[in-house]
């Protein structure tokens, strides 16, 4: 026989990891405010998520890794990419005209 779903209602203040350890290996239910979420249990990670092993797994255009970029150099690419954006949007504006 099924269990239900344990169904929690949270508010801003409220921690989730108390409640993802209570719910082990079964889904729950958090209600937040009108909306509900349904979230399922993956289990162990082979290696938990940071934002440090994130931005090491990144590739660049030019074939380098995140971890060999510095925060200048990936400012610069940021920069480069939005005014390419830029004027391509521009040409496909002039295009349509």
Sequence with gaps: MATDIKRIKVDR??????ILEAAGDSP?????????????PLGVTSSPFTAESAYA???????RAGADISDEELEDMIDEAKAQYARRLIEELDHEL
């Design 13 to 18: 203040d409220t921690r989730i990891e108390p």
């Design 28 to 40: 729950v239910i958090i209600e937040f405010g009108d909306a509900a979420y349904r979230v399922n």
């Design 57 to 63: 797994s990144i590739q660049t255009v030019d074939g």
